[in-house]
């Protein structure tokens, strides 16, 4: 039975069961397949959508003209459809010469996620069906989630400018703050001005972009809490266990407080005595701290009262043993040593009994 293909110049005849390799002979038959492929080519292909580049072994769909493997163009929103028609996962591969699956794109049906695969065919970007992305995972729980897994750096913002800026918005936001690399540097900004400047050495600026210390303000400092110093609260009250030098503590009572401003002592000692308390002459307590200025006076105060005779006897105080103690004087005792009555002793300024106090105060320079 003989078949016309539409556009063909001539016609072939189907074999029969009569027909053999011989019959028709091999140029019929040539004849016949050629007939066929140019009647198909002029029907479903010159013109058509497809087109076969057969010299440059290329294909087109909406072009006479590919200009690679696969050429698709078209108007109106082109689209490719790769639909699964069963619950398997629609997927493009690419692979090279030497592994046939290096990565793809597709859609996981199960996870409900599109995901870009890389090395090794291993998913590296996940979109669910919330609009969520995930790097490095592909169960994202923000909008942005990366999981760089056991890398300490999960991410790394690179401009090729001289300033790298983050930026964070809201609804009401007019300028967004920004985190931002200057350099080695690190700022925190507001309205588009540095606030907050780390360098590459620590120091900390606030409102100072050029700190020279751990904490550099350029501006007031209000702080409803302690400012410490090597663990010390500034101006915080302390106590300290004084030395009780040409003195018995015995069973009498004492308090001693001091605080701290940068190197200034602010100090206060009471000694109450007791039945086997004792007191002699050169007597001198231990100071919280080591002063500057051995030997010579600092603002101080002296208070002695006699509780039998409800005396008290006011006098000032120098330092001793290289700033380390505080020597009690009575008033108008010499400035380098306490001599003759001024220097307090057993009996003076008076005989110190069971219930007699003694106080000092005053400020001084630590060492």
Known sequence: MAT???GSQDSFTNPTSSDTLDS???????????DAVEAI???LLDGAPLKIDDANERVGIGTDSPQRLMD?????????RFQSTDSSDPFIYFGDQVDAVRGGIGYDTSADALQLRGYNNNTRIAIDSSGRVGIGTTSPSQTLHVNSGTGNVPAL???TDSVSIIQIKDNATTTPPAVAAVGDELRLQTSGSSRVTVDSSGNVGINDTTPSYKLDVNGDINAT???????SAIGDVQTWTPSFNFMTQGNGTYTAEYAEVNDLIFFHFLFT????????????????????????????????????AATRTLGHWYFQESGATARPAALGASTSRVTGASSFSNTYPFTWGT?????MSGVYLAA
């Open 4 to 6: 016309n293909f539409p």
């Open 24 to 34: 028709p002979d091999h140029a019929a038959q040539h004849t016949n397949v050629n």
């Open 41 to 43: 080519e002029l029907a």
């Open 72 to 80: 698709i163009r078209g108007a109106s929103n082109p689209e490719i």
């Open 157 to 159: 913002f690179e401009s």
């Open 225 to 231: 809490g302690a400012l410490r110093i090597g663990g």
């Open 273 to 308: 005595l007791g039945s086997t308390s004792s007191v002699s002459s050169g007597m001198r307590i231990g100071l919280p701290k080591t002063a500057t200025y051995p030997y010579v006076y600092a603002n101080s105060f002296v208070h002695a009262y006699d509780t039998s």
């Open 355 to 359: 219930g007699d106090q003694l106080f």
